[in-house]
Structures are given as structure tokens and as C-alpha cells.
């Protein structure tokens, strides 16, 4: 018991010979020390998991997660154990406000990777979700690279249809307009065909011809663009096919994943404030305890030893200053005795 109650001391950054002299404070450093002691594990295990995320290795994860534990303990060992009591609250909160606002920058960094672990199942299914996002983008981007020349070329064999359609409709029509004048239901009324037959019937022959002409070059330019949007068509479904789903599963996609989710969620939204009000009280409760905790004899012993030690330090600086002061003056005295004696020895040579 007294080797766990040794450890926390250590732990809340306090002098242990001082402390034993003060039984009545031994719990509330040991409460702090605790504190401190378990605040700096949760850092570990947060930093191993953040680890874990990045380098997918269980050794080099907890081994980076340990050193990171260790540096927070020992920062936060530092924060508490330089805070010194004194009867002007403004004056201690005012010394005190740089360590809380440091302590809740830790409480940050520590809480954000235990709720990526907290969250881990309804953050892998929302990984799912932004993979196929991912893919769904990377397959439109694909689609619509080809959506224009694959229109114009959709365009273009439509345009050359259209103009056979148009050339035959004008035949047919030409023919009907003939074949009227042939049995009288039409243009001059007479039966027989006549010489205005003959002339519409040569109308007809030679839209004829033009069609079949324009039926043989466009039906090779159909030919030609339909082959080349089938290997246009071919070939985006290949890279369509050739895409692979990312795997989104590093640190940052699973911020972002975590985002989202507050975004739609209002309860896991409340769960990470709270989570991160937890970790804040949780780091900022040692200062706050030698904040709002009375003076007490620890604080007064610790007060003597340290201006005893600032006494003994004056008084060693005004020795060695009386010291100084001292030679000086012998040194002094000794120059003006040689430059006597030099005059004397001038005086006598006159």
C-alpha cells in the first residue's frame, strides 16, 4: 500500500520528503497523482489505436502509443507540479490559465482517436458508404469523358439517316404524284399517260438516282462513325470495368467519417461533446483542485524550503560580492603603493 501510495505522489509531481511531513494532504495528492497517472494510460491506448490506423502494425503501435502516454504523463506531471499556491486567487487562476487551456489541448488530441474506436462499427459502415461514393464519382467522371463524342457522333449518324429519310420520302412522293397522272385520279385528269407523265416519271428516275447515290455514300459514313462509337463505347466500358473500389480506411477518412455521422446524427453529435467534456474534466481536475483547494501544510512547508534555499542563495551571492568588493580595494591599494614607489624612484635619479 505505501509503495502505491509512494507512486501516485511521484506521479502528481509533488516532493515526497515534503509530503510525508504532511500527512493531512497525503489523499489529495494522491487523488491528483491518480489522476494524472490514468489520464496519461488513456493517452496511450488512444495514440496505439491512432497508430494502429496508420501503420496497420500491433508492435510499433504500442510502442509509439507508450512513448506518447509517457510524454503526456510527464507533461502533465509538469503542469500540475510548477502551479504553487498563494493567497491572491486572481493572481494563481491568471498563472494557472496557460496550463488549462495546454490540458484541454491534450484532452482534444487524447479523445479523438478513443472515438474513432467508440464509433468504430457505425464509422466502418459509413467507410463503406464514402468507398462507393468514391466509386460512383470516379465512374461518372469516366462517363462523362465520353459523353460528348459519343453524342456527336450519335448526332451525326442520325443527321445522315435523316437525309436518306427526307430523299426518299421526296421519291415517294414524286411517284404518287406520277402514278395520279397515270390513271386520272390526278394533275392533268386523263388517263393515259401522256407527255406531262413522262416528265414527272423523269422526275421521279432521277430522285431515284440521287437517292441510291446518297444511300451508297452515307450508308459508308453510317458504317464508319457506328464502328467508331462502338469502339468509343467499348472502350469506356473497359475503364469502367477496370476501376477499383478505394480502400478509405486511414485516420483522415475516418475523421471525416466521424464528421459525417455528427453531421446526420444528433445523438452520436452529443455523444462526441460529451465524450470530449469528459476528457477535459478528467485532464484539467488536478489544476482545478490545487485552483479551488485551500493552502494547506504542504504548500506552506514546500513555501519554507523553497525560501530557505532562495534565502541561502542571497546570502552566498552577498558573500561572494563582499569578497569581490575586497580584492578590488587590495588591488587598488597595491597599484597606488607601486606608483609611489615608481615616483620615488624617478625622484632619486633627478
Known sequence: MEKIQSFFW??????????????????????????????????????AYAFYTVFDQAFFAIALGLVWGLMIFNLDRYIVSGMRKSNRRFQEFKIALPRILLAVMI?????????????????????????????????????NQYTAPREALQSEIATLKEEITLKAAKRDEL?????????????????????????????????????????TTNNQLIAQKQEALTALIQDEQHKVE????DSVDGPAARLES???LSAKSTAIWYANIFILLL?????????????????GPYDYELETTEYRFEAASYKDKAFLHHEIKKQSEELSAREKDFVKERLDIKLDQA
Request: charged residues 25%.
Open 242 to 245: 477496370s476501376l477499383e473500389e
Open 107 to 143: 484532452s482534444i488530441v487524447i479523445a479523438k482517436p478513443l472515438e474513432l474506436k467508440i464509433f468504430e462499427k457505425e464509422i466502418n459502415a459509413e467507410l463503406s458508404v464514402m468507398a462507393q461514393e468514391s466509386y460512383a464519382s470516379q465512374e461518372n467522371a469516366i462517363r
Open 279 to 295: 476528457f477535459i474534466v478528467v485532464e484539467t481536475s488536478p489544476i482545478i483542485v490545487k485552483l479551488i483547494s485551500q493552502k
Open 10 to 47: 511521484y506521479c502528481s509531481g509533488a516532493d515526497t520528503e515534503t509530503l510525508k511531513k504532511c500527512p493531512t494532504d497525503s489523499n489529495k495528492y494522491i487523488g491528483i497523482g491518480a489522476t494524472i497517472f490514468f489520464t496519461g494510460l488513456f493517452a496511450a491506448f488512444a495514440a
Open 258 to 260: 466521424l464528421d459525417r
Open 175 to 215: 411517284a404518287r404524284i406520277a402514278q395520279q397522272e397515270a390513271d386520272g385520279t390526278g394533275g392533268t385528269g386523263q388517263r393515259s399517260p401522256g407527255p406531262i407523265y413522262k416528265i414527272k416519271k423523269a422526275d421521279v428516275d432521277q430522285v431515284e438516282s440521287e437517292l441510291q447515290a446518297l444511300m
